[in-house]
């Protein structure tokens, strides 16, 4: 069965940094696009982060310079880096498996909240 | 990159009723070596990740009730649902994955009267 799970999230002062992780089972993650998708309290769905199956990776304005997405083979498993962290990216942080496009896998979420 | 444009931002309906949600792109998302539209429709209830419905705008996911049913052409897509069940109350979002990021639209939430 395919399953998606992130962990890392957490309270971080501004500025601050943490590392989520994605870690599936039922699939290996080189074998896909992986995204990052976020959601703010009460609000849409931000798209963040991808990293392709050859490793390219590529970022939404909002996090570019900041977050680096990265995959580990041997532990199969994804990770989001997110330094100088803001109010704003205060959200609900899902990983997700992406096929030819088709976002059929989402982890629950890690809840992200960035305050003083 | 395309921007999805849905209506309305809320709907109340009582149970029984047709739901009809409304979702635009700002450009075409035909992929064009199949014809088909790069579109899908998802349903999130509270605490809960977002689930797809629908993808290639028209096609059900596999165990999706047949009461949710999605077409549309163009830059015009719907999500409707034949009769509202009390479990349908969720925040529904389309969602392109055509050329460029992916992007979703702003939601619509679904309620009962």
Request: hydrophobic share 30%; charged share 15%; aromatic share 10%.
């Amino acid at each position: 069965e395919v399953q998606v799970a992130e962990s890392g999230g957490g309270l971080v002062q501004p500025g601050g940094s943490l590392r989520l992780s994605c870690a599936p089972s039922g699939f290996i993650v080189s074998n896909y696009y992986m995204r990052w998708v976020r959601q703010a309290p009460g609000k849409g769905l931000e798209w963040i982060s991808v990293i392709y199956m050859d490793g390219s990776r590529y970022y939404a304005d909002s996090v570019r310079g900041r977050f680096t997405i990265s995959r580990d083979n041997s532990k199969n498993t994804v990770y989001l880096q997110m330094n100088s962290l803001r109010p704003e990216d205060t959200s609900v942080y899902y990983c997700v498996r992406d096929e030819n496009g088709l976002l059929q896998y989402w982890g629950q979420g890690t809840q992200v909240t960035v305050s003083s | 990159d395309i921007v999805m444009t849905q209506s309305p931002d809320s709907l109340t309906m009582s149970l029984g009723e047709r739901a009809t949600i409304n979702c635009k792109s700002s450009q075409t998302v035909l992929d064009s070596s199949n014809n088909k539209y790069s579109l899908a429709w998802f349903q999130q209830k509270p605490g809960q990740p977002p689930k797809m419905l629908i993808y290639w705008a028209s096609t059900r996911q596999s165990g999706v009730p047949d009461r949710f049913s999605g077409s549309g052409s163009g830059t015009d897509f719907t999500l409707t649902i034949s009769s509202l069940q009390a479990e349908d109350v969720a925040v529904y979002f389309c969602q392109h994955y055509s050329s460029g990021p992916p992007t979703f639209g702003q939601g619509t939430k679904v309620e009962i009267k």
